[in-house]
């Protein structure tokens, strides 16, 4: 079965830092593009960096861009999002998502992990 399944989350003080994994099984992970989503309390789930199958392209969204680095370890099937100089407003459930590149139609969804960022 296909499974994504987020890990990491946590409370960290304004500044700090911290490293998100998605580990991924039941589908072929290189064959996907990689996305993280997040979504803060009363808000909606907003897209936030993403990745190609082979890691050679990467995206953030401003909010993030410089202080956020998305990569994965196809060996291992895993995505990872490392946080760092983090802010009170960056504190949401943070989800993965894949989405298979050269086929249509194939879509998933992690359950989340919470971040919470807070003196």
């Known amino acids: 079965q296909v499974q994504l399944v987020e890990s990491g989350g946590g409370t960290v003080q304004p500044g700090g830092s911290l490293r998100l994994s998605c580990a991924a099984s039941?589908?072929?992970?290189?064959?996907?593009?990689m996305r993280w989503y997040r979504q803060a309390p009363g808000k909606e789930r907003e897209y936030i960096a993403n990745i190609s199958p082979n890691s050679e392209r990467t995206h953030y969204v401003e909010s993030v861009q410089g202080r956020f680095t998305i990569s994965r370890d196809n060996a291992k099937s895993t995505l990872y999002l490392d946080m760092d100089s983090l802010k009170a407003e960056d504190t949401a459930v943070y989800y993965c998502y894949a989405n298979n590149y050269y086929v249509s139609g194939y879509e998933y969804w992690g359950q989340g992990t919470q971040v919470t960022v807070s003196s």
């Open positions: 039941g589908f072929a992970f290189d064959r996907f593009t």
